[in-house]
């Protein structure tokens, strides 16, 4: 669920009819190219510290895993050799998120972050089916993008939740003209069976994987549907999958208001003169004023675009997913105090997948598309006027903002699948299930019943006392000890092992 303006690289995305055994073509790995907008723009990744290169190819997969010999999509993946080829063990294939994220832009830019693993791994992302290069769903142009996330998405009243549910309606309906063949293939579950046609391709016996955010649900519904295929596996940010989409959306509530409680925390003990309020709830009352005074009258944000208090709201969560960021909101809240809500405005175009050129990655039009179609509930106004005291209780700041996001799949013209995943997989190897106390977008409870949906002797549960969405890139040498011991040389941790 992270959204990073990334750099990395890609294939193009095409369909055709299907020749043959989809398992027995042979990828052709070449240099990466720059990414393309829909990936997020910028240059080709550099090279790895010792200058191994990048590689990209194009794997193709069935359109409709119901008809599997019929139309094909192509899927964009991204590798780096392992640098101990004699002691290599296959290939540790990775999502970072989303759903939307691009694999083939993430690996790269987070590659230095896996040397340790890469010693015995080829390193392998994706652009999953619906993003990127992978047959990326395209819905709006980038005029209309902007338009679309300055919008009041916590309307105060009747006229504005007729704006507002008319203005999803729009956006949907151009998901629906220009990616209409797309949007009934792009589920978890098709993502999944992408993933075990990956791995016989890659020629791996057991799919080994590291799954962060999103990337947690998409491979335990991979370990659910191929038990017996499932190599080491860890799941870091994990996502609660006994969790409807509405109760998800409150769960993200109360992460968010956590995080935010905890950056108000930080901000007033570590030093004398807090520059953005005196006390913790002091900080908290000053943003929850400047976002009152922004739905009345926007600041100037970047170019001609103003900061709203729908873009100030998404700046401000896009720097709780991580303690580095808090430097960046704490800038840009005394910058908005000021009058200047540029600052805000580019965290919030980071959530929204804007490039700097004004251009728009897929991001979001990908997240809605498969969250769509994985999300059988579909909420009216009414439905969400009737859940709003719940919200706000759990968050002052971000209840609003999340309980009228449950709109975002009324009138979808596809069906969505179930209320939430099946994530059951007995017979699946041990799976490493982290979570972390202060994640904001994936919170700290969802790991346990995530490691107790897998079944007994799969889910192996961690828990990491921090900060920010995820464990292993938090700085903390006992995650990721753990996690390096349990990839490359088979040691499962100890149950509740507790890490900070």
């Known amino acids: 669920m992270l959204s990073l303006s990334l750099t990395g690289c890609g294939q193009s995305s095409a369909s055709g009819k299907s020749e043959g055994d989809p398992v027995d073509q042979k990828l052709s790995w070449k240099e990466c190219r720059a990414p393309s907008d829909a990936q997020g723009g910028g240059q080709a990744p550099s090279p790895l510290p010792g200058g191994a290169k990048w590689q990209c190819a194009t794997m193709q997969a069935p359109l409709?895993?119901?008809?599997?010999?019929?139309?094909?999509?192509?899927?964009?993946?991204?590798?780096?050799?392992?640098?101990?080829?004699?002691?290599?063990?296959?290939?540790?294939?990775?999502?970072?998120?989303?759903?939307?994220?691009?694999?083939?832009?993430?690996?790269?830019?987070?590659?230095?972050?896996?040397?340790?693993?890469?010693?015995?791994?080829?390193?392998?992302?994706?652009?999953?089916?619906?993003?990127?290069?992978?047959?990326?769903?395209?819905?709006?142009?980038?005029?209309?993008?902007?338009?679309?996330?300055?919008?009041?998405?916590?309307?105060?009243?009747?006229?504005?939740?007729?704006?507002?549910?008319?203005?999803?309606?729009?956006?949907?309906?151009?998901?629906?003209?220009?990616?209409?063949?797309?949007?009934?293939?792009?589920?978890?579950?098709?993502?999944?069976?992408d993933m075990d046609l990956m791995r016989q391709v890659l020629g791996d016996?057991?799919?080994?994987?590291?799954?962060?955010?999103?990337?947690?649900?998409?491979?335990?519904?991979?370990?659910?549907?191929?038990?017996?295929?499932?190599?080491?596996?860890?799941?870091?940010?994990?996502?609660?999958?006994?969790?409807?989409?509405?109760?998800?959306?409150?769960?993200?509530?109360?992460?968010?208001?956590?995080?935010?409680?905890?950056?108000?925390?930080?901000?007033?003990?570590?030093?004398?003169d807090c520059s953005i309020g005196d006390t913790q709830q002091d900080v908290k009352?000053?943003?929850?004023?400047?976002?009152?005074?922004?739905?009345a009258k926007p600041l100037t944000g970047i170019g001609d675009r103003d900061l709203t208090q729908t873009s100030a709201t998404s700046g401000i969560a896009q720097s709780l997913y991580s303690k580095d960021f808090w430097p960046y909101l704490t800038e840009g809240l005394e910058q908005a105090y000021d009058g200047d809500g540029r600052v805000l405005m580019a965290l919030a175009d980071s959530m929204n997948g804007r490039n700097e050129d004004g251009t728009y990655s897929n991001l979001q039009a990908a997240n809605v598309s498969i969250n769509c179609a994985d999300d059988k509930p579909r909420y009216t106004p009414a439905d969400v006027e009737k859940k709003l005291p719940e919200f706000r209780e759990s968050s002052p700041l971000f209840g609003d903002y999340l309980a009228w996001?449950?709109?975002?799949?009324?009138?979808?013209?596809?069906?969505?699948?179930?209320?939430?995943?099946?994530?059951?997989?007995?017979?699946?190897?041990?799976?490493?299930?982290?979570?972390?106390?202060?994640?904001?977008?994936?919170?700290?409870?969802?790991?346990?019943?995530?490691?107790?949906?897998?079944?007994?002797?799969?889910?192996?549960?961690?828990?990491?006392?921090?900060?920010?969405?995820?464990?292993?890139?938090?700085g903390s040498s006992c995650v990721r000890t753990a996690v390096n011991s349990y990839l490359l040389d088979g040691r499962v941790p100890q149950e509740g092992k507790v890490c900070s």
């Open 64 to 193: 409709d895993w119901g008809r599997p010999n019929g139309d094909t999509i192509d899927l964009a993946l991204v590798r780096a050799r392992a640098s101990d080829s004699a002691h290599r063990i296959g290939s540790l294939l990775f999502n970072f998120g989303g759903p939307g994220g691009s694999g083939v832009t993430s690996l790269p830019a987070f590659g230095n972050d896996y040397a340790k693993l890469r010693t015995r791994y080829d390193l392998v992302s994706f652009d999953p089916r619906g993003v990127g290069r992978s047959a990326g769903v395209t819905c709006e142009k980038d005029a209309a993008l902007d338009e679309y996330f300055q919008q009041d998405s916590t309307p105060d009243d009747q006229r504005e939740q007729k704006a507002l549910i008319s203005r999803t309606k729009a956006f949907n309906d151009a998901c629906e003209k220009n990616s209409g063949r797309t949007l009934p293939h792009v589920a978890t579950t098709d993502a999944a069976r």
């Open 405 to 474: 996001s449950m709109v975002s799949c009324t009138g979808w013209a596809v069906p969505g699948a179930a209320d939430h995943p099946d994530v059951s997989a007995a017979g699946s190897a041990p799976i490493v299930v982290i979570g972390n106390t202060g994640d904001p977008a994936t919170p700290y409870e969802g790991a346990a019943r995530m490691a107790d949906a897998l079944g007994k002797g799969v889910g192996v549960r961690m828990t990491y006392k921090g900060q920010g969405h995820g464990a292993y890139d938090s």
């Open 285 to 295: 009352d000053r943003i929850a004023k400047l976002l009152k005074e922004l739905d």
């Open 205 to 272: 016996k057991k799919l080994h994987y590291f799954g962060i955010s999103y990337g947690t649900e998409l491979g335990a519904v991979y370990a659910h549907l191929f038990p017996k295929k499932v190599g080491r596996a860890v799941f870091d940010a994990v996502v609660d999958p006994t969790q409807d989409s509405e109760q998800g959306s409150l769960g993200q509530a109360k992460g968010f208001q956590l995080a935010l409680d905890n950056f108000a925390r930080d901000c007033v003990s570590k030093t004398s």
